[in-house]
């Protein structure tokens, strides 16, 4: 029996978003009553919720949202478990070799902290367990594909240079933010159906 998990997190009205960008918006453009059939504008930032980075977010020239192949958001990924890792822990290079024969060229790797757990928290998007700058090396180096993980970010927010992002995003891997309900996965692989609103 195949069983279908939700990853992803609500976009809806009060929904916490990144610190500096903005909220979203809900309008109603017509309604039955008036209009005899209803239908609503929605305007959010491209980094609201479960989204993707492509590496056009920090790489000038770099693969647009629009170009990232199918092949690349759909298929087997890999689930790394690093739930012990707390507030403001990092992932270095040492925790992801403990699980290097699953981390191969091609691959998705989804890594789950459960810090989806303090989603709506005030420290969600500032005390979230990160990768170090080694560790997205690390990944860089194996040619994985996709990273997902259930943190708002690979990186701090402290973080100015963006040097994890442009690591990863600099070496074409595609990033997964912000996923939700990786504890529901049963064992340590899934197949994963990314389709980004386009």
């Known amino acids: 029996m195949v069983r279908y998990i939700d990853l992803t997190l609500p976009i809806e009205e009060g929904m916490p978003f990144w610190p500096g960008d903005s909220g979203p918006e809900f309008r109603e453009v017509k309604n039955l009553e008036q209009d005899g059939y209803a239908v609503q504008a929605i305007c959010f930032s491209n980094h609201i919720g479960t989204h993707l980075d492509a590496p056009s977010h920090v790489v000038k020239g770099g693969m647009t949202l629009d ?20 507030k403001k822990d990092r992932i270095t290079r040492k925790d992801l ?9 091609g691959t998705r790797v989804l890594i789950r902290t459960s810090w989806d ?4 928290s005030s420290f969600f998007f500032y005390d979230f367990p990160c990768l170090t700058l080694e560790a997205a090396q690390d990944l860089a180096e194996r040619g994985i594909a996709l990273l997902g993980m259930d943190t708002p970010s690979p990186s701090p927010i402290d973080d100015p240079k963006q040097g994890i992002h442009k690591t990863l ?9 912000c996923l939700a309900n990786l504890h529901s996965l049963r064992g340590n692989e899934c197949e994963l159906i990314v389709l980004p609103p386009l």
Request: aromatic share 4%.
């Open 67 to 86: 170009r990232i192949p199918l092949e690349t958001l759909i298929g087997k990924a890999v689930l790394i478990d690093f739930s012990d890792k707390g």
């Open 97 to 105: 070799q403990a699980h290097g024969d699953m981390i191969r060229e």
């Open 117 to 120: 757990s303090h989603y709506g």
């Open 169 to 177: 995003l600099g070496a074409g891997i595609v990033l997964l933010e």
